[in-house]
């Protein structure tokens, strides 16, 4: 089963929330952001060709505008490598774990995996954010020597940052695959 | 206090009792969500931080949604709920000078506002004019239009340079302010005089103790001596020098009087000279700083307790000994003659002479068993100041102020530029006017509407431990007016 939802994220960007139910104890959710739009991306290229322009009828040196034109592909490579992350994936299974990716706009992708023996809970939290205070969704993991302490806090949708509608969303089916593992763990 | 004199019209009570039952209950029923703003909270301890505190829980059990923000202590920044869903934002904001946030006026806005848009803060009330958070939070609540009240914990003076800048300060601050409350009549007067306010819109409501925390234990005390206890920080304001003039005085008349001091502070060498000069180690014991859990372990080991403040807005320590059975003895000043009735507290004049002599009468009724027994004298003061009857009065200034207008801008322009002289007042019209830009120039870059509002904690949407909370606040409510009234 699959289904895409739209929310929007705390600066008002659209994102787009799909989930798909593979089985009652399988749940991925994948938030995707827009992609970069060539509006922004003409506006920079601009504004650093501005600059450009206005140094070299300054200084009279044609370095700059090579230097310019070597700023904006370094620039540009590097945002989409390491900056620009596209989808941001939350797979969660019963049995095994949950899996996080964020794939950046370049095609690279980074994964983490906690092993659900660790996962303690998932709670949506508050916290203060650049002159804002807002809601995010995230993993507690247990600390391994005291059974009722909590030794990480791991935030899940971290550059996406969607607005609590779409969190409460992801939190209820999270919840209710914890709360299925929980009871099976628990009965046998 | 030659101002007493001068003011005209009594203390007029009309902001604190309603016209008529009908409106009491009508207005009781009224909900209110209030923002408490201050510098001062806990983990920091004092007068202020309990008040808030004590205030707030009494305020939730009455129904109303109550949030805390202050400034970030060490590693304790961000989102905390405290007991009954109270919630705190301890917000990172640079600390300049005694636990005070540093002001531009302009910094703090996007968070406040923030959080005010967040919680849908209805009022913002804003505690001790130390710290420069309430100020500003103040200065941001009227540019939003939102109801504001302050309340001063402390008393100032005229004369000397730095108290005729923050007085002035005052003036700009609370010129525009709803409504304000004082600690006592005395500090009314005092604020009224400072930052000249028409004195309607200043009420007194008193701090209060909580009577369980302070209850006498005769078991305690040895009586074969006479025990005075001394509580309070060891500086000039509280009149430490007139301690050290009072104890090798007593001393000598009475052989069998010890002295409990407990406090720290700059003039602790003082005692320590006295106590070194006339050979008393085993009779004045200097215990140094206590924390307020342990003051009421002190304070039941004595038969008499002295104050010998200097000023003194509104005086816990007094209040705290009398709810402990102690007869307390005073100097005259500030707001000490409101506290307790003439029964219970011995007046003098803050000099060495006039104490002694009311510490012989306190000796000499103590040794006549004509003082009333500790259970008397604290089943007398725990009906006095309450917090629950404290949060009621409160209670009953937001209701005041919420059937209120918010003046507008150019009314407030208008009386910024009356009210507060020629050139102070054009600058601060100036500044509100550039931060009503800045917060229009904030609603555009994020409206209203893309701010999530908050899980209420407290209030009659609250989602703190439904089950069980709901049921309990019901009965309380109910049953309590019958108590305090």
Redesign the interface.
Known sequence: MEDELSFSDICGGRLALQRRYYSPTCREFCLSCPRLSLRSLTAVTCSVWLAAYGLFTLCENSMILSAAIFIILLGLLGYLHFVKIDQETLLIIDSLGIQMTSSYASGKESTTFIEMGKVKDIIINEAIYMQKVIYYLCILLKDPVEPHGISQVVPVFQSAKPRLDCLIEVYRSCQEILAHQKATSTSP | MAARGKDPDPPPPAALTCASPAECSLSSTQSHTVCMVSDFFYPNMGGVESHIYQLSQCLIERGHKIIIVTHAYGNR???RYLTNGLKV?Y??LKVMYNQSTATTLFHSL??LR??FV?EKVTIIHSHSSFSAMAHDALFHGKTMGLQTVFTDHSLFGFADVSSVLTNKLLTVSLCDTNHIICVSYTSKENTVLRATLNPEIVSVIPNAVDPTDFTPDPFQRHDDVVTIIVVSRLVYRKGTDLLSGIIPKLCLKYPDLNFIIGGEGPKRIILEEVRERYQLHDRVHLLGALEHKNVRNVLVQGHIFLNTSLTEAFCMAILEAASCGLQVVSTRVGGIPEVLPESLIILCEPSVKSLCEGLEKAISQLKSGTLLPPADIHNIVKTFYTWRNVAERTEKVYDRVSREAVLSMDKRLDRLISHCGPVTGCIFALLAVFNFLFLVFLQWM??DS?I?V?VDASGPQSTWGRQCSYSKQRDQNSSEPSKTR
């Open positions: 920044k961000g989102v934002y917000l990172p996007p968070l923030y959080i967040r994020i409206p893309l999530d908050a």
